[in-house]
């Protein structure tokens, strides 16, 4: 008997593929709940990427001018990342 979880498919009409944790990812998450549990990071903004394609903006704390353009700088620089790709 199958699950059936071959039969799941995205919003978009693609299979999703079997959840696997990127190491990276999780150590750099992990290592932002540590800065953030310790009072050092006083508010969060940016954007996840799904396993599907779908994203979602993320915004939580404090919002500065230096935020927005550090928020800025990051979408150039991906930007110019994925022209170059």
């Given at each position: 008997?199958?699950s059936?979880?071959?039969?799941?498919?995205?919003?978009?009409?693609?299979?999703?593929a079997?959840?696997?944790?990127?190491?990276?990812?999780?150590?750099?998450?992990?290592?932002?709940?540590?800065?953030?549990?310790?009072?050092?990071i006083?508010?969060?903004?940016?954007?996840?990427?799904?396993?599907?394609?779908?994203?979602?903006?993320?915004?939580?704390?404090?919002?500065?001018v230096?935020?927005?353009?550090?928020?800025?700088?990051?979408k150039?620089?991906?930007l110019?990342?994925l022209?170059?790709?």
């Amino acid at each position: 008997m199958t699950s059936g979880a071959d039969k799941i498919v995205s919003l978009f009409g693609h299979p999703i593929a079997t959840p696997e944790s990127d190491a990276q990812l999780v150590e750099y998450i992990q290592w932002l709940l540590d800065l953030a549990t310790a009072g050092e990071i006083t508010g969060i903004t940016g954007a996840i990427l799904y396993r599907d394609d779908a994203v979602a903006t993320i915004g939580c704390g404090l919002s500065t001018v230096s935020l927005v353009g550090r928020l800025e700088q990051r979408k150039y620089m991906m930007l110019k990342e994925l022209d170059e790709s």
